[in-house]
């Protein structure tokens, strides 16, 4: 079992920046492909960033492509998300996930099998 803790959210103006991190339990942590997802009042969760075991980067929603930097340290068991120019919109719930699997449908939430509570960023206009 993984528990993954995420922080790092907060109240941040337009423009600005935020990194969010992800520390997990657990001996694995290095064998499994990682996301971030977001969840916006009254929408669905989407998909933001992945990466795998490695640390290649694996892709990144459109969204935030060039303003959001997913990143990796095994060492200490911790995914992070760069994010500059930070934008109304942005505004959700960001949550990580571990898949063990590494399935090559990164983007789909089923294929993860561990998930952070959370961590909320709000930006303001």
């Known amino acids: 079992q993984v528990q993954l803790v995420e922080s790092g959210g907060g109240l941040v103006q337009a423009g600005g920046s935020l990194r969010l991190s992800c520390t997990a339990s657990g001996r694995s942590f290095s064998s499994y492909n990682m996301g971030w997802f977001r969840q916006a009042p009254g929408k669905e969760r989407e998909f933001v960033a992945a990466i795998t075991w490695r640390g290649s980067i694996l892709s990144s929603a459109d969204s935030v492509k060039g303003r959001f930097t997913i990143s990796r340290d095994n060492a200490k068991n911790t995914v992070y998300l760069q994010m500059i120019s930070l934008k109304p919109e942005d505004t959700a719930i960001y949550y990580c996930?571990?898949?063990?699997?590494?399935?090559?449908?990164?983007?789909?939430?089923?294929?993860?099998?561990?998930w952070g509570r959370g961590t909320q960023v709000t930006v303001s206009s």
């Open positions: 996930a571990a898949d063990r699997s590494l399935s090559s449908d990164y983007r789909v939430e089923s294929n993860y099998d561990y």
